[in-house]
């Protein structure tokens, strides 16, 4: 777990959620989530060196997504290609309302899809 605040997950989860604004239905999407993959040039480089691409992949999502929404960064060496669950909370600031809110629709948008591999 790259997560170095202690708590678990749903407590993260539900920390966030109540920080920010969320629709009380039944169909918003709280939660967003990113696996990424070791590239096959580094399966054969020292553990540390895989650990450290792991480090910056979730400083770069944290950077990308705010820290503060991050509620698990998670690697798993194994199974055949290790690699890292990030979830998080997609959050944006509504400016009609001057708060934070729950919006997967407006976080990750084609363009942020589009964009995520070039960056």
């Known amino acids: 777990d790259l997560m170095s605040d202690g708590s678990d997950m749903l407590s993260r989860f539900n920390g966030r959620l109540n920080d920010v604004y969320c629709m009380k239905r039944d169909d918003v999407k709280a939660l967003a989530t990113w696996i990424v993959t070791l590239p096959e040039e580094l399966t054969e480089v020292p553990h540390e060196k895989q650990s450290a691409f792991f480090e910056a992949t979730t400083n770069f999502l944290n950077a990308r997504y705010g820290q503060e929404n991050a509620v698990a960064a998670v690697v798993h060496y194994d199974e055949t290609t290790p690699h890292l669950h990030y979830a998080f909370v997609p959050v944006v600031f509504d400016d009609k309302k001057s708060r934070y ?19």
Do not use: G, I, N
């Open 101 to 119: 809110k729950v919006s997967a629709k407006e976080v990750l948008t084609r363009h942020d899809l589009q964009t995520f591999h070039e960056d």
